[in-house]
């Protein structure tokens, strides 16, 4: 069975601190793939990253990036220099390598509240 | 291009009636699949179709069903709704939905409370 784990239910940190958001997962599929999603109150899903199996190599992206180490089964995602535009409820997700399709499992989530 | 279309946005039923939800995914996307969202159980992965055909089915009772038309419009419907039933249904479109691909686009989701 797959599960992911985000132990932190609400951060809140004040405009321009580093926060970062942990992420633990657990499967038995050697082929899986990675993500994070963020939510905003409009209620969609926005896609930040995808990482498989096999790329263990840390991201950057502006002012995000995602820490990925098998070792641990963890993919920890750190916003540097937070905004208040940064706030929002953020998902860690699986999916299964070959077979799975569109099924992601999926964390229970992170809300962060930047403050101003 | 235009998003991932689900309508309605809100809705209100009662309990033992049944619902309709309707997807439009991104012009070209052939695979869709749906997702409840609630506060107790979080995101939980309904069904997913690809070319009219389910090919995905999450761990939800014979009442929750869907279907993949032509076009890759998609609906799921509840029968006979619960309480329990009262979510935020997201519907997520992606080209072809294989391994590999994964990135899941969302539609802002139908907010259905049952009373």
């Known amino acids: 069975a797959q599960k992911v784990t985000q132990a932190q239910t609400e951060i809140s940190v004040v405009e321009k601190e580093d926060v970062t958001l942990d992420c633990v997962y657990e499967?038995?599929?050697?082929?899986?793939?990675l993500f994070w999603y963020k939510q905003p109150p409009s209620g969609e899903l926005v896609f930040l990253i995808r990482r498989n199996s096999f790329d263990e190599q840390n991201e950057i992206s502006g002012r995000y990036s995602w820490n990925f180490q098998k070792s641990t089964s963890s993919f920890n995602f750190t916003i540097t220099a937070s905004q208040v535009v940064d706030s929002a409820v953020y998902f860690c997700?699986?999916?299964?390598?070959?077979?799975?399709?569109?099924?992601?499992?999926f964390g229970e989530g992170t809300q962060l509240t930047v403050n101003p | 291009k235009a998003g991932v279309t689900q309508t309605p946005r809100y809705l209100i039923k009662t309990r033992g009636q049944q619902v309709t939800l309707s997807c439009s995914p991104i012009?070209?996307?052939?695979?869709v699949s749906w997702y409840q969202q609630t506060p107790g159980q979080g995101l939980q992965f309904l069904f997913e179709y690809f070319s009219e055909t389910q090919r995905n089915k999450g761990n939800f009772p014979g009442r929750f069903s869907g279907r993949q038309f032509s076009n890759s419009r998609s609906e799921m419907n509840v029968s006979t709704l619960e309480l329990g039933d009262s979510a935020l249904y997201l519907c997520?479109?992606?080209?072809?939905?294989?391994?590999?691909?994964?990135?899941?686009?969302f539609g802002e989701g139908s907010r259905l409370t049952v009373l």
């Open positions: 012009s070209g996307h052939r695979s």
């Open positions: 499967t038995r599929d050697t082929t899986y793939y």
């Open positions: 997520a479109s992606s080209l072809v939905g294989g391994p590999g691909t994964g990135e899941l686009f």
């Open positions: 997700a699986l999916k299964k390598g070959e077979t799975s399709g569109s099924r992601l499992t």
